[in-house]
């Protein structure tokens, strides 16, 4: 299926952060590709929400409500 | 200004619907009265929550189809096929009933006048929405940023807002339309979909650096997208938005 | 609790027989499709499924090779923890005893390897004894990509995220792994009539 982008999320994200993230650089800890959050592809139908490079298509950042809680792991992104 | 929108938390509000007005047979604009409501950048939208008896929920994202000074809040939705939350929108929705929502949500995929321009607008089916509340603020500005709006649908029945396109065509502001199906008889439009080509015989060049604003399927925005960077324009003056199916199930 | 909005249902969801629908479940008529990732699309002469890691020797089979196998029409119900049930699935796929059958093995723990790097877990008897396949059709015709064509687990008694779409292969393991999910919080066994959908469940 194809994906759709990063502005999918943005209220998931806003919860999240505490703040407005889509205008936010992301940069790909795999390729190094750096992007809006808005840009990154996003798999949203699944049991939790993933993340992807745009350019690599490697995971960027997983989310997961559970219980109430979303975690978020993002250990695909990094700090710049 | 009005309508600035100050990004924060995020709580759940609960809005009254007032009207609702068919745009085309699928489709309605769901007009909102929701006090409180804090105003919104034109291209933002917000997330809507739906509840049933036994707790059961589906939550949609829909973008904002009025502009920031218009004085209401405006959602436009399409009846999908096989939704959950669209039929239930668009074919059981009440004026008086509540509908709960959150935001204005959204920084990336927004337009206001001091962003400049030229403004290039470039929708595919329901993606004009957001791109309808970018055109009245462009206008609401005294246009001065000039502004042009390609818009791809499968037919001319499926076009939103045709009147209200139909009116500022008729004042020389730049619509283009292009019908992917049948179109009527003495067509004169573009009838395929968007292509490198239509971008550029439509849109303005690289060089006179356009500000773009891509809104509709993830197949068209790419389309799109890719276009618009093989015409040699700044990626960074493309801004995309997809829009699809956001609910956990199809 | 929330505001309830007038008049919504959700999905259609029918009366609910317990002894065919897991609790937490609803029927659905569709089939949803779920992806953690952009749909692979692996050519049948590069495709193998492989059984790998704690055995013996590792065995491979190529598309022609693993189509010669028996294989077996299986109807079942499948249930996913995002709470869509879908009764009656019919599907056509070589059992796990037969390939698990090629190789020698003590290790008591599976993790199932996809395409696109999908992983999920599973204890070796939850494959054994005609509770697993790998598919490769669906309703009579040749498995579709997005449903995980051109090959997927099917481990129906489980939670449908251990039935791996695009599955190249097992590694056995003495020590359980976690796979994508289950590292995220979903549960290690994800038994439906359990309700095993997270950690703790």
């Known amino acids: 299926m194809t994906a759709l982008d990063g502005n999918a999320i943005a209220g998931l994200l806003q919860e999240v952060f505490g703040r407005e993230m889509t205008t936010v650089n992301g940069i790909c800890a795999s390729c190094g590709a750096t992007r809006p959050m808005a840009e990154l592809n996003v798999y949203l139908r699944a049991p939790g929400t993933v993340v992807r490079c745009a350019s690599c298509e490697d995971v960027v950042m997983v989310l997961v409500t559970i219980r109430g809680i979303t975690c978020v792991d993002l250990r695909g992104l990094d700090a710049g | 200004m009005a309508g600035a929108a100050i990004p924060g938390r995020l709580n759940w509000q609960l809005a009254t619907v007032r009207e609702l007005v068919d745009e085309t047979a699928r489709a309605k604009s769901i007009v909102l009265e929701l006090p409180g409501w804090p105003g919104h950048r034109a291209g933002q939208h917000v997330d809507v929550r739906l509840t049933a008896h036994d707790g059961y929920q589906a939550q949609r994202s829909y973008s904002i189809a009025s502009a920031p000074d218009d004085g209401h809040l405006v959602l436009t939705v399409e009846r999908l096929e096989d939704g959950e939350v669209s039929p239930y929108l668009v074919d059981e929705l009440r004026a008086g009933d ?3 929502l959150r935001g204005p949500i959204g920084g990336y995929f927004v337009w206001e006048q001091s962003l400049g321009g030229p403004l290039f607008l ?5 993606g004009v929405v957001p791109l309808r509340s970018m055109l009245r603020q462009q206008r609401a500005g005294g246009s001065e940023v000039p502004v042009r ?14 009147d209200e396109l139909a009116r500022l065509a008729s004042v020389d502001v730049d619509i283009r339309l292009t019908l992917t199906r049948l179109p009527p008889d003495g067509w004169q439009g573009y009838q395929r979909r968007i292509d490198p080509e239509m971008l550029e015989q439509v849109g303005w060049s690289p060089e006179e650096r356009p500000l773009v ?19 040699g324009h700044d990626p960074q003056r493309i801004r995309t938005e997809r829009f699809g199916p956001t609910g956990s199930e199809r | 609790m929330a505001p309830i909005s007038r008049g919504f249902v959700g999905r259609r969801r029918s009366g609910v027989d317990p002894v065919r629908v897991p609790p937490g479940q609803y029927v659905t008529g569709d089939f949803p499709v779920l992806s953690a990732g952009p749909t692979p699309h692996t050519s049948l002469a590069e495709w193998s499924f492989t059984i790998r890691g704690a055995v013996d020797a590792p065995v ?7 189509r010669s196998l028996p294989t077996e029409t299986v109807t079942a119900d499948i249930h996913c923890v995002t709470k869509w049930s879908k009764l009656d699935t019919v599907w056509s796929g070589v059992s796990l005893d037969v390939l698990l059958g090629a190789v020698s093995t003590t290790a008591g723990y599976v993790t199932a390897f996809s395409d696109g790097g999908y992983t999920t877990n599973l204890p ?9 396949w790998i598919a490769f059709a669906y309703d009579g015709e040749p498995l579709a990509p997005e449903h995980g064509g051109p090959a997927r687990l099917l481990v129906p008694h489980l939670y449908f995220w251990k039935s791996a779409k695009w599955v190249r292969g097992l590694e056995l393991r003495d020590r359980d792994e976690p796979g994508f999910w289950e590292n995220y919080g979903y549960h290690n066994h994800g038994d439906p009539w359990q309700e ?6």
């Open chain 2, 213 to 231: 604003y891509v809104c509709g399927p993830s197949g068209f925005v790419e389309t799109a997208a890719s276009g618009f960077v093989a015409l």
């Open chain 2, 98 to 100: 509540e509908l709960e």
């Open chain 3, 124 to 132: 070796r008897g939850d494959l054994t004894r005609g509770r697993a």
């Open chain 3, 196 to 201: 095993q959908r997270y950690q703790g469940d």
């Open chain 2, 149 to 162: 709006l390609l818009y791809s649908a499968r037919t001319l029945d499926d076009i939103l807002y045709r």
């Open chain 2, 122 to 126: 470039v929708a595919g089916g329901s």
């Open chain 3, 60 to 66: 491979s089979w190529t598309w022609e090779e693993f």
